[in-house]
């Protein structure tokens, strides 16, 4: 039997629970150059692909607006400050991560969130555990996910191979970065789209509770 020694989480909505910091600062940013603000649930839909694309999604006329590239300063200097807020671990995280650490498997992180934002969270909540985590960073020439960039810098940042790895999300970028990557993928429920959305973007296999990832390793994945 095949088995997983290494586990690829993406962070907002499947580790972390996110969406409140992020809408706060989104809202900051909106007031404070007086721009229409948005509910939760807006905000819900417009992450996913990056703060840039999220920004865009919310300033009206998005980056065609002439004010957009200092909300979107504005954006990502008040969410440094205040990322940590709300934001909280789902529950059954940290204890589902210390148990697949404890088996001796690889734990990482790649996120289209900030690299500075993204290396931050995982040591203030995952110190211990994530060995690896990778964030947007347009400097170092890693395009974002659905790009498998980011994967195989976690792939080559631990000397592992890709045939024992598992990709797990909660988004249809997440599907894809790990189709791209040729690894397979688990989506979670738990995050910040629904079964359905899911489904109807090519999900194959879905998880309601974290403790399942416990037990991949008694079922071969196919990947995507």
């Given at each position: 039997m095949i088995t997983y020694n290494t586990y690829i989480f993406d962070l907002d909505g499947t580790l972390l629970d996110t969406l409140g910091d992020l809408a706060a600062s989104v809202n900051y940013a909106l007031r404070t150059h007086g721009m229409p603000e948005h509910s939760l649930d807006d905000v819900r839909q417009f992450v996913g692909n990056g703060v840039r694309l999220l920004m865009e999604r919310a300033v009206p006329d998005g980056a065609m607006n002439p004010l957009f590239d200092e909300a979107f300063s504005t954006f990502r200097q008040h969410y440094m400050t205040h990322s940590l807020d709300t934001t909280r671990p789902y529950d059954s995280i940290p204890e589902t991560l210390t148990a697949l650490r404890e088996r001796g498997n690889h734990i990482a992180v790649v996120s289209n969130k900030m690299m500075a934002a993204t290396q931050e969270l995982c040591r203030h909540f995952f110190q211990g555990t994530v060995e690896v985590a990778i964030g947007e960073n347009e400097?170092?020439?890693?395009?974002?996910?659905?790009?498998?960039?980011?994967?195989?810098?976690v792939l080559k940042a631990l000397g592992v191979g890709k045939d024992e790895a598992v990709y797990v999300g909660d988004s249809d970028v997440d599907i894809q970065t790990a189709a791209n990557a040729g690894i397979p993928c688990v989506s979670v429920l738990w995050g910040f789209r629904d079964r359905d959305f899911l489904l109807s973007h090519g999900a194959t296999t879905l998880i309601s509770n974290p403790s399942e990832l416990l037990y991949l390793n008694q079922t071969r994945l196919t990947p995507l």
């Amino acid at each position: 039997m095949i088995t997983y020694n290494t586990y690829i989480f993406d962070l907002d909505g499947t580790l972390l629970d996110t969406l409140g910091d992020l809408a706060a600062s989104v809202n900051y940013a909106l007031r404070t150059h007086g721009m229409p603000e948005h509910s939760l649930d807006d905000v819900r839909q417009f992450v996913g692909n990056g703060v840039r694309l999220l920004m865009e999604r919310a300033v009206p006329d998005g980056a065609m607006n002439p004010l957009f590239d200092e909300a979107f300063s504005t954006f990502r200097q008040h969410y440094m400050t205040h990322s940590l807020d709300t934001t909280r671990p789902y529950d059954s995280i940290p204890e589902t991560l210390t148990a697949l650490r404890e088996r001796g498997n690889h734990i990482a992180v790649v996120s289209n969130k900030m690299m500075a934002a993204t290396q931050e969270l995982c040591r203030h909540f995952f110190q211990g555990t994530v060995e690896v985590a990778i964030g947007e960073n347009e400097n170092q020439g890693i395009q974002k996910k659905p790009a498998p960039d980011t994967v195989f810098a976690v792939l080559k940042a631990l000397g592992v191979g890709k045939d024992e790895a598992v990709y797990v999300g909660d988004s249809d970028v997440d599907i894809q970065t790990a189709a791209n990557a040729g690894i397979p993928c688990v989506s979670v429920l738990w995050g910040f789209r629904d079964r359905d959305f899911l489904l109807s973007h090519g999900a194959t296999t879905l998880i309601s509770n974290p403790s399942e990832l416990l037990y991949l390793n008694q079922t071969r994945l196919t990947p995507l």
